[in-house]
Nanobody
């Protein structure tokens, strides 16, 4: 069973930076993709960033040029570097990992969520 634990959230002034981490544990055979999603009050959950096999990345339009996703395969960890933060970035951020367990079963796991609050 794969579990994800997030860290790095907090409160920051507009223009500041935060770095989120998400570490996966369990019997992982292969990771196909890792990503970050966020949900603000009254809004739908939206894609923030995603990284797939080969290192290719995709970003939501709202964060392009400001956020960077990266992964450390050896540590089964995905990161989100957030720069030039804006108040509209305030949300609960969730990581997720899609992959294959050592049993060869497919899995899709989600983190518990971490709050990011950006003040003006």
């Amino acid at each position: 069973q794969v579990q994800l634990v997030e860290s790095g959230g907090g409160a920051v002034q507009a223009g500041g930076s935060l770095r989120l981490s998400c570490a996966a544990s369990g019997s992982i055979f292969r990771i196909n993709a890792m990503g970050w999603w966020r949900q603000a009050p009254g809004k739908q959950r939206e894609l923030v960033a995603r990284i797939v096999s080969g290192g290719y990345t995709n970003y939501g339009d709202a964060v392009k040029g400001r956020f960077t996703i990266s992964g450390d395969n050896a540590k089964n960890t995905v990161y989100l570097q957030m720069n030039s933060l804006k108040p509209e970035d305030t949300a609960v951020y969730y990581c997720n990992i899609d992959g294959v367990a050592t049993t060869r079963a497919q899995f899709n796991a989600w983190g518990q969520g971490t709050q990011v609050t950006v003040s003006s």
